[in-house]
């Protein structure tokens, strides 16, 4: 399998909503609603800010939200903050156990 | 809180077996319905998963590495570990632990990766 797609970055103003793409296939993203994203501060441990497509763990913002259409999954952003400046990857299953396909990443500026 | 922790050698020359281990604390490896992966980050690049371990044993590959890669599971120490044959150069990368529970499709908790250099 291919990696799944992503702008390499996105940038916003403190308090704009910014949305990062992630495209794939139908035979990963378009098949299950298994999409996750993770935020990753370089240097540190990546975190999950969404799963199932849109489902949040407990203590992730609700600024963050994650949608799904057709073979494209998307992360939008509201009320941009500071602290939101880091990289995005989105995640598929892409079936026969493959449990993780990666996008190659987007970096997120804030302006 | 579980907490995982990657070590192993940072430098290993190509051609030969990489090594890392992942050391779970604050619950069992055993424990039913985890699982347990690892995932790495070449200098530059995006995260690449690597393979998964359920609680049970059953292993998991990313097609593209399954044919020089183990993931082992070691109860009696709690770790988890993961071996990388005939490693090159393009092997280089920050080397992530990371666990889920219940569904095998995201990490929820990671270590705070290790790099693996491979070079001679």
């Known amino acids: 399998q291919s990696a799944l797609t992503q702008p390499r970055s996105v940038s916003g103003s403190p308090g704009q909503s910014i949305t990062v793409p992630c495209s794939g296939t139908?035979?990963?993203?378009?098949?299950?609603?298994?999409v996750s994203w993770y935020q990753h501060h370089p240097g540190k441990a990546p975190k999950l800010i969404l799963y199932d497509v849109s489902k949040r763990p407990s203590g992730v913002p609700a600024r963050f939200s994650g949608s799904k259409s057709g073979n494209t999954a998307s992360l939008t952003i509201s009320g941009l903050q500071a602290d939101d400046e880091a990289n995005y990857y989105c995640?598929?299953?892409?079936?026969?156990?493959?449990?993780?396909?990666f996008g190659g990443g987007t970096k997120v500026t804030v302006l | 809180q579980l907490q995982l922790q990657e070590s192993g050698p940072g430098l290993v020359k190509p051609s030969e077996t990489l090594s890392l281990t992942c050391t779970v604390s604050g619950d069992s490896i055993s424990s039913s319905d985890y699982y347990w992966g690892w995932i790495r980050q070449a200098p530059g690049k995006g995260l690449e998963w690597i393979g998964s371990?359920?609680?049970?044993?059953?292993?998991f590959y990313n097609p593209s590495l399954e044919s020089r890669v183990t993931i082992l599971g070691d109860t009696s120490k709690n770790q988890f570990s993961l071996k990388m044959r005939s490693v090159t150069a393009a092997d280089t990368a920050v080397y992530f632990c990371?666990?889920?529970?219940?569904?095998?499709?995201?990490?929820?908790?990671w270590g705070q990766g290790t790099l693996a250099t491979v070079s001679s």
């Open positions: 371990l359920q609680y049970s044993g059953r292993t």
């Open positions: 990371a666990n889920t529970k219940g569904e095998p499709f995201y990490f929820d908790n």
């Open positions: 995640c598929s299953y892409a079936g026969s156990y493959t449990f993780g396909l």
């Open positions: 139908s035979s990963d993203i378009g098949a299950y609603n298994y």
